[in-house]
């Protein structure tokens, strides 16, 4: 028997139930990991808090594993090639991977790049594609000056690095402590808090073409649209309220062309992590039964870096 996280009502991490189940033998186009590292990322927690149109209960929680494979249903590739018993995986988007072991889709399970760790690995992926796809929604181009709120979290950093890779200057809010973490990873730190607007004015010394947003306050909306003349190319992670209000650009994984664009940029970023251009900060390794710990960490807003659940 397996053992995993799972919401059987709406509501708070603390109503989750951590029970047995039987891991399903993967059919043709199925792949069984045991899990070595089970991803943190808010949206486990916030897509579970209220009841969602479309979803069902329960929901197994957790949508990122690195692991390795324990079984391959008949003729079964993943998505990055052939693969065999005891390969070294990450897998993305699944459901269900806080969990010791699991059964999920292979077209969603890449060979895990051999320079990150487990608990690194099984953080890559949820907050790089969501980057990638906030730079590609704004059509960030090399040369310009972007703005990015929540430069210092997970989505933040891993839009440094990819914008950093492409030539794009990148002027990004992080509270005083975590200045140093965006100037590590190529972006020009700016405090968030009263005087932002001309903070970050001062840094760009030009135009902020485009705004990224990770953060989801009204500070960091309303900055934003102070500075960024065309409203196309405003995005926000966070704050679809008032995306909708403002008409400005919101994303979210559960939207189908979402959806499509970051599951195809998978393997471009497992690429780039291969090759050391991609890293991911860790903070804090739990054991899998601390997965309320580990929400209650994040909710604060300031996690630090990402946090893996080890089985
Ligand atoms: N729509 C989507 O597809 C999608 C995907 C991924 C994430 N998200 C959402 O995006 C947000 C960020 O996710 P994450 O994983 O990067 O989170 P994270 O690692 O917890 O980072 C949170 C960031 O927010 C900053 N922050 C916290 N309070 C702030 C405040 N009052 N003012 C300004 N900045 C503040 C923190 O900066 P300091 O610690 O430096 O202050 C930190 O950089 C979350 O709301 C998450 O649910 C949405």
Redesign the pocket.
Known sequence: MARHWIATRWGAPETWEFGEFEVPAPARGEVTIRVRAAGV???DA?HVAHPRPGAGLPVPIGYEVSGEITALGPGTRIGSGEARIGDEVVAFRVRGGYATEITVPADKVFAKPSTLSHAEAANLL??GT?AA?MLAVTGAAPGETILL??????????VLQQARLRGIRVIG???????D??RGFGGIPVR??VGLIARIRSAAGGPVVAALD????D??IDTSLELVADRRRIV???A?ARAASDGFL?????QPD?ARF?DEVRAELIALAQNGDLVVPVALSLPLEAALDAQRI?A???????IALIP
Request: aromatic content about 0%; charged content about 15%; glycine content about 18%.
């Open positions: 990322n808010p949206a916030k949820l907050a969501t796809e709120h929540g430069a210092s979290g997970a989505v933040g950093v891993s809010t992080a509270g005083e402590a975590r200045a973490v965006v968030h808090g990770a953060v989801g306050t500070e960091a926000t992670i966070a679809p919101a994303i979210a994984g559960s979402s970051r994040i604060t807003g300031h996690p630090g870096g990402k």
